[in-house]
């Protein structure tokens, strides 16, 4: 339904998928709190990138140089965002709290 929708040229769609955060919250976080069973199961049998990219695969609906191509361009804008981040100056502290708090 996904795919048709955007073939047809209707845009994007959104795909509500539950996942498994596979790491603490933080780095203080060792999440020590789950076996290494239990993280490595959600990772091979329920990981929802992993599950639509076998969907697409199995459904000839793209093929795997598709999918390494939009790999590569994620990780091209994430490292392009962060490097942009590295080399920014830090902002003023005025703007600590623009666009994250709004007082009605």
Known sequence: KAVEHARRGHGPYILEMQTYRYRGHSMSDPAKYRTKEEVDKYRTERDPIDHVRKLLLDG?????????????????????????????????????????????
């Open 60 to 104: 000839k609906m793209t093929d795997e140089a598709a999918l390494k191509a939009v790999d590569a361009e994620i990780r091209k804008t994430i490292n392009d965002a962060a490097e942009y981040a590295q080399h920014s100056p830090e902002p003023d502290p005025s703007e600590l709290w623009t666009d994250v708090l709004v007082e009605a």
